[in-house]
């Protein structure tokens, strides 16, 4: 093909926006020039049509979580804030056991719980956590990496990714507002009895 049609051959391609590979298909079974290819690529990157047309690629499969084998090997931890008061609640997944503890907002009280956690229980090898700003932040990936944690997140506006947490979280809501002391203190002998019924709904 001379130099001087190529540009007409080319402004005929997209008139159907089909693909990348279909424009190319087509001008190369009746044309030919050195670069050709290249060039057909480069009008469609240009064309609004064909990319706002333009199939989107297929989501990738997620990543299923460790199956647990015993205590503590996978947890989930998440905030929980109820009467002005700031909690982490951290559930197990192997037994399905809550731990809730007063924290401080912030990837501080998370570390902080997080270390208590890992002393009393031994250290996890994963942590499911939603992706906000205390679980995402320097400090919290630093802690982890550190002690060869791996690191699973979940969007956190998807919250049903990390669904063993929000399970969690919203049971011993229900149970807080029920079983706590008039300063938030969870040290009651009701709150200690009704934790036992946790484990068959978290």
């Not at 008061?85 to 907002?105: F, K, T």
């Amino acid at each position: 093909m001379p130099p001087s049609l190529r540009e007409q051959v080319l402004q005929s391609l997209p008139a159907a926006h089909q693909s990348v590979s279909q424009m190319c298909l087509q001008g190369e079974s009746s044309f030919f020039w050195p670069g050709m290819t290249s060039a057909i690529i480069n009008l469609c990157t240009r064309c609004c049509p064909c990319n706002i047309m333009a199939p989107s690629q297929p989501s990738a499969p997620p990543t299923p979580p460790i199956q647990p084998t015993y205590p503590s090997q996978c947890i989930c931890p998440d905030f929980l804030t109820y009467a002005g008061h700031n909690r982490v609640v951290i559930v197990d997944r192997y037994s399905n056991g809550p731990i809730v503890e007063r924290a401080a907002r912030g990837s501080q009280g998370l570390i902080s719980s997080l270390r208590r956690t890992f002393v009393t229980y031994g250290i996890s090898d994963e942590l499911s956590l939603v992706g906000g700003p205390e679980f995402m932040s320097t400090a919290s990936t630093t802690f982890l990496k550190i002690r060869e944690v791996n690191h699973r997140d979940s969007s956190v506006t998807f919250p049903h990714s990390n669904w063993r947490a929000e399970i969690g979280v919203k049971t011993i809501k229900r149970l807080i507002a029920e079983n706590t002391g008039t300063s938030g203190n969870l040290n009651t002998a009701s709150f200690q009895k009704s934790l036992p019924s946790v484990h068959q709904y978290t």
